[in-house]
């Protein structure tokens, strides 16, 4: 039974590991201010995420907090999610003005509310300091919360993170109607892929059902416009520079292949984290996590239990 927030199409989907996600998720209002640090202007964002109920002891103590990508949801964690889950408490949540979670015309989407939400939300529904997990721009996420709220997150693992690159400075300074033509793009290049697998479906089986779990959070209510204000803030365009000053142990996770961030960023993060590690993931690219998902999930692991977190 699929929740009644999801789009139709998510019926769509084959895939018995996204179908068993897209099962499980559920939405939590958090409340939010406008301004944070402040009682004025509090908005409830619906906030969707997915969490495994283990009643058995974790072997890892603290809870795994999965931060997905750019353009993305908590189904990019489809293929780790129940390896992870199968003795942790593992928790998957779709960021302010991404996945399933509501927009709000009202609220802007840029790093200060991201982190914002995203602080509510730990202390709201998981209540402890968690082992942050973030993919691509999840990462950037991490990073920027980590050092805002040190307290709260026990270790970092970054897969092919953005932070050195990857990000979108310029985005602050370009006209309207060229960062609605980019959003149309994402759309379009995704639809325009999902029509030619669907015509040839023999020639990957899986690539169908991957191209519409990537799909399915742009038919959400607000998605053009909420990517369109993440562009505007020029997102995590300043973070480069306060890298280094992450304290907590940090796993660097990095495919061979990535085609999309390049590789040399992975030994800057290891040279800028003190004391962090980083594991190559090899035959992936951008998103080892959907590549080579037991590779990553026994990385994740063990980087865990090592720390004893």
């Known amino acids: 039974m699929l929740a009644d927030f999801l789009p ?45 109920n283990v009643s058995k002891l974790y072997s890892i103590a603290s809870p795994l907090l999965l931060l997905h990508g750019f353009d993305s949801s908590l189904l990019e964690f489809r293929r780790v999610f129940s390896l992870l889950a199968a003795d942790q ?16 015309l009202t609220v802007p989407v840029n790093p200060q509310i991201i982190r914002h939400h995203l602080y509510q939300t730990i202390v709201r529904c998981i209540h402890e300091p968690v082992i942050l997990i973030g993919a691509s721009l999840g990462g950037a996420v991490g990073i920027d ?39 149309a793009w994402l759309r379009f290049r995704k639809q325009a892929a999902l029509s030619a697998a669907t015509l ?25 416009a909420a990517a369109r204000s993440f562009t505007q803030s020029g997102g995590y365009s300043d973070i480069a520079n306060r890298i280094s000053d992450i304290q907590q142990p940090t796993l660097i996770l ?12 992975a030994e800057k993060f290891r040279q800028a984290i003190p004391g962090s590690e980083l594991a190559w993931i090899e035959k992936a ?23 004893n977190l």
Not at 14 to 29: E, G, H, K, M
Not at 145 to 156: E, S
Not at 254 to 265: F, M, S
């Open 145 to 183: 919360f980590a050092l805002h709220y040190p307290a709260w997150v026990k270790a970092i693992v970054l897969i092919d993170s953005v932070g050195f690159s990857g990000s979108f400075p310029i985005g602050q300074f370009l006209p309207l109607p060229l960062i609605e033509l980019g959003a």
């Open 200 to 224: 040839f479906p023999a020639i990957n089986p899986w690539l169908v059902d991957d191209l519409r779990c990537s799909l399915l959070h742009q038919e959400m209510p607000g998605w053009a």
């Open 254 to 265: 990095w495919g061979r292949e990535d085609d999309i961030l390049g590789t040399a960023d």
């Open 8 to 52: 139709i199409s998510a019926r769509q989907i084959q895939d018995p590991q996204a179908i068993a996600l897209l099962q499980q998720i559920q939405r939590q209002p958090i409340q939010i201010a406008v301004l944070p640090g402040f009682s004025q202007s509090i908005i409830s964002i619906n906030t969707a995420f997915v969490h495994s």
């Open 285 to 307: 690219g951008h998103a080892p996590h959907l590549d080579q998902p037991q590779q990553v999930c026994d990385r994740i692991l063990a980087f865990c239990r090592l720390q």
């Open 89 to 104: 408490n593992i928790w998957a949540i779709d960021l302010y003005g991404s996945g399933f979670t509501a927009y709000s």
